[in-house]
């Protein structure tokens, strides 16, 4: 079955820092893969998402992923965080033959000044 | 712009009350999906629509109902309301495109007394 994994509950990062938080799914095949981003009292907003193509996608604020199959993996990354990035982060997986997604359990993000 | 509606932001209902969960899309999408957010579960798929009057049980069905009589309304229903359907509900829309982005409401939270 298909499955996904944020083995990151909550990381904290100082303001000006890198950031990368992980996301490990389980699928048969190409998968199509999402990360979204949960405001404080918020829905979720799509940050990036990838279906084919090239495997380093950009996404809006900053955000990039990299989609790598050898590690079932599509972590998201930013260069330097900024302190209004606090939030939850969701990473996504369209499920197969159907238009649902699968979603991990969630990353909190904390930003420190 | 792209607007997912939920009908109301808080609500709070005594327990053995039914419930209206009411959220309205203005995309034209095929697909609608109502899910359940929980500290550390990330979202659970309750109940997920393809088309009017069609509907599929998602990953947690139990203790719901749901009703889609107009393309643009898709409304969850608490039959009798109990303490443990207290949680953040999350309304979604996608086209029918296989795995095209969903598109969020802002949530509504139930707490249930």
């Avoid at chain 1, 095949?29 to 998402?49: H, I, M, N």
């Avoid at chain 1, 996608?57 to 302190?83: C, D, M, T, Y």
């Avoid at chain 1, 649902?100 to 909190?108: A, C, D, P, V």
């Amino acid at each position: 079955a298909q499955s996904v994994t944020q083995p990151d509950i909550h990381i904290t990062v100082s303001e000006g820092a890198s950031l990368e938080l992980r996301c490990n799914y389980s699928y048969g095949a190409t998968p199509y893969l999402f990360w979204y981003v949960q405001s404080p009292g918020q829905g979720l907003q799509l940050l990036l998402k990838y279906f084919s193509g090239d495997t380093l996608v950009q996404g809006i604020k900053g955000f990039e992923a990299e989609f790598k199959r050898s590690q079932s993996s599509f972590n998201l990354r930013k260069p330097s965080v900024h302190w209004s990035d606090a939030a939850e982060y969701f990473c996504a997986v369209g499920a197969y033959n159907t238009d649902k997604l699968i979603f991990g359990t969630g990353t909190r993000l904390q930003v420190f000044p | 712009d792209v607007k997912v509606t939920q009908s109301s932001r808080y609500l709070v209902k005594r327990t053995g009350e039914k419930v209206f969960l009411e959220c309205v899309q203005d995309m034209d999408h095929e697909n609608m999906f109502w899910y359940r957010q929980d500290p550390g579960l990330g979202l659970r798929l309750i109940y997920f629509s393809y088309d009017v009057k069609m509907k599929e049980k998602g990953d947690i069905p139990e203790g719901y109902s749901v009703s889609r009589e107009k393309k643009e309304r898709f409304s969850l229903i608490l039959e009798s309301a109990s303490t443990n359907q207290t949680s953040m509900y999350l309304c979604a829309s996608s086209s029918g495109t296989a795995n095209t982005e969903a598109f969020f409401g802002q949530g509504t939270r139930l707490t249930v007394v």
